[in-house]
């Protein structure tokens, strides 16, 4: 049995991410706010008209444009407004539905990204999910004891919010989230049908301050355990609550 040391949310997909202490979940949807809005660029294949899920390759995402990396966000739920923090632009708050703010914010993205680079044309969401980068509406669970074999196997410590997990759960065997594929666990008084483990892209090299690529963990993962997978992916099955501290068993 682990238990919930951290929740994060990602308010626009691979542009900044926050820390929270509880979330409402209900079945069958992403965590509200939790990659809620998206970026497009020229090639993307996302459709305003007919808003279903795409790949993340039709989006800004930091595999392709790691200084995205280094983007840190606040939403403000009541005010509909996030604020977004990065080590080299000024602290910027929008609405994300407000027309004026999203051209002020694509202009405020732009200045962070490489001339070299995709630009970002629009602000894009999909009724009643978030953009994750699975068909299904997910959320990543992750094993603080796991993160720690990756650190031992580099030998230096590693910044968590790489990976981008929704949960980090303490207490547990390394890898032990490996197992529970096809398996339900239950956290706070939420259940999830466990699906996938998460193949790991160029994302996850990026520093989460400065942007920059720093740390190799894709080819970590792979001389270490020959694959590279961290996380695991889950849908929610029951309503629920979820709440730092909270237990996590498998049923």
Same mark, same amino acid.
């Given at each position: 049995?682990?238990?919930?040391?951290?929740?994060?949310?990602?308010?626009?997909?691979?542009?900044?991410?926050?820390?929270?202490?509880?979330?409402?979940?209900?079945?069958?949807?992403?965590?509200?706010?939790?990659?809620?809005?998206?970026?497009?660029?020229?090639?993307?294949?996302?459709?305003?008209?007919?808003?279903?899920?795409?790949?993340?390759?039709?989006?800004?995402?930091?595999?392709?444009?790691?200084?995205?990396?280094?983007?840190?966000?606040?939403?403000?739920?009541?005010?509909?407004?996030?604020?977004?923090?990065?080590?080299?632009?000024?602290?910027?708050?929008?609405?994300?539905?407000?027309?004026?703010?999203?051209?002020?914010?694509?202009?405020?993205?732009?200045?962070?990204?490489?001339?070299?680079?995709?630009?970002?044309?629009?602000?894009?969401?999909?009724?009643?999910?978030?953009?994750?980068?699975?068909?299904?509406?997910?959320?990543?669970?992750?094993?603080?004891?796991?993160?720690?074999?990756?650190?031992?196997?580099?030998?230096?410590?590693?910044?968590?919010?790489?990976?981008?997990?929704?949960?980090?759960?303490?207490?547990? /065997?390394?890898?032990?989230? /490996?197992?529970?594929?096809?398996?339900?666990?239950?956290?706070?008084?939420?259940?999830?049908?466990?699906?996938?483990?998460?193949?790991?892209?160029?994302?996850?090299?990026?520093?989460?301050?400065?942007?920059?690529? /720093?740390?190799?963990?894709?080819?970590?993962?792979?001389?270490?355990?020959?694959?590279?997978?961290?996380?695991?992916?889950?849908?929610?099955?029951?309503?629920?609550?979820?709440?730092?501290?909270?237990?996590?068993?498998?049923?």
């Amino acid at each position: 049995m682990g238990t919930v040391a951290e929740i994060w949310r990602h308010p626009i997909k691979s542009h900044g991410r926050e820390k929270i202490e509880s979330v409402d979940l209900t079945a069958g949807m992403t965590m509200p706010w939790d990659r809620k809005y998206a970026v497009t660029h020229a090639q993307t294949k996302f459709s305003a008209a007919s808003p279903d899920w795409v790949s993340c390759r039709n989006f800004m995402i930091g595999t392709m444009t790691p200084a995205l990396a280094g983007i840190w966000s606040q939403v403000d739920e009541a005010a509909n407004t996030i604020t977004l923090r990065h080590a080299d632009a000024p602290e910027f708050t929008f609405d994300p539905d407000a027309p004026t703010d999203v051209a002020r914010f694509l202009s405020w993205v732009s200045d962070i990204i490489p001339a070299d680079r995709q630009t970002p044309t629009a602000l894009v969401s999909a009724p009643d999910r978030g953009m994750t980068d699975t068909p299904e509406p997910t959320m990543s669970i992750a094993n603080l004891a796991s993160h720690a074999t990756v650190e031992g196997h580099l030998g230096h410590p590693l910044e968590r919010e790489r990976w981008r997990a929704n949960i980090w759960l303490d207490g547990l /065997d390394a890898w032990a989230e /490996d197992d529970w594929i096809g398996k339900t666990i239950r956290i706070g008084s939420a259940t999830f049908a466990v699906i996938d483990m998460a193949e790991r892209c160029k994302h996850t090299t990026a520093n989460p301050v400065t942007g920059a690529r /720093d740390v190799d963990t894709l080819a970590a993962l792979r001389n270490g355990w020959g694959h590279q997978n961290f996380s695991a992916y889950a849908t929610v099955l029951t309503d629920g609550r979820i709440t730092v501290g909270d237990t996590c068993e498998v049923l």
